[in-house]
């Protein structure tokens, strides 16, 4: 029987993305988003389950991050006050700033579900060669 061999190159590939992957499913992370010159930066971040998302404010104004369906609210941050918040459950959460309703910003929260089909893929990828 003749036995297939994985290429070096193949291997190291599927090395680094188990490795991300493991990565990105036993830590959560914080993401940072800056609000600067009256706008979010980024305007959109993808987390995984379980990361929270850390606003600061650079503007000498203050701003809020408050979400449009009544999840949260930060209040008034000042320049350079912060606000960090754990998201648990995967969706998209649409915000604005309370005081400055033409600032907007979407955290888009994927599941870990998804983070495990992607395993099984290279897997089967794996397996198929
Ligand atoms: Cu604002």
Known sequence: MRRRRLTPAFGSVLGIL???????SAQAKVWTVNITGFAFSPQGVTISEGDSVKWVNLDPTPHTSTSDTGLWTSGNLAQNGTYEREFSANGSFPYHCALHPSMHGTVNVTSVATSRETWGRVKRLYKDR
Request: glycine share 0%; charged share 0%.
């Open 18 to 24: 188990a490795l991300v992957l493991l990565a990105s």
